[in-house]
């Protein structure tokens, strides 16, 4: 039984996202793993041929998920691989340095921090959100949040679409970045084009930081 109290709003929208998937699946049969306890965790010695939904107070993926990952949680933290898209609502989202997402990646919740390696796209949305120093982004990064933050040693390797209060770029993106931004800070390499929007920020409001 679930006493994670985790909102029905947040799993009604992983049940969609999971709906979805299946529907775009071709015709045959097709199943999932539910893990659904106080703490969802899976070790690192198990392999899951199948697609996950998991969900729990504190979720933790170590292992290797061979299908869709959908995660709920107040703490998603993911350092395993996934061989496909991985789904996750959380207040806070760790993809430490040791994750490999082979698929795109979708989060949404009020801290992210990203540090692995995510061979397609990441659409986020957040409060805040971080590209650590070991992030790689195979694709395209699409996000907003009112603090955006890539840090030196990150990879953006196609283009960034970013919307927020603030974003500081220590990074670097392989091609363009597009931006609206209140403050905006380029520490980081862009490749080609950088386009943005830019506004004048109020005084009684932070400015970086």
Known sequence: ??????????????????LLVLLLVPSGTVAAVYIDDDDGVIKASE?????????????????????VLFAAGT?????????NDVFIVGETIKIAKEAEISGNLYT???????????EGSIFSGASDITLNKNAVVGRNFYVGAYSIKTDPGSLI??????????I?????????????????????KVGRNVTSDVGIPKLEEPFMG
């Open 157 to 166: 390797s196609i283009d960034l679409n970013a919307g927020g209060y603030q």
């Open 168 to 188: 500081v770029l220590g990074g670097e993106v392989k091609r363009d970045a597009f931006t609206a931004s209140e403050a905006l800070e380029i520490n980081g």
């Open 108 to 118: 949404g919740g009020r801290s992210i921090f990203f540090d692995g390696n995510v």
């Open 47 to 67: 392999v899951i041929d199948d697609d996950v939904f998991i969900d729990g107070q504190n979720v933790v993926v170590d292992g290797t998920v061979n299908g």
């Open 1 to 18: 039984m679930n006493k994670c109290g985790f909102s029905k709003s947040k799993k009604t929208l992983l049940f969609v996202c999971l």
């Open 75 to 83: 703490t998603v933290t993911i350092n395993g691989t996934v061989n």
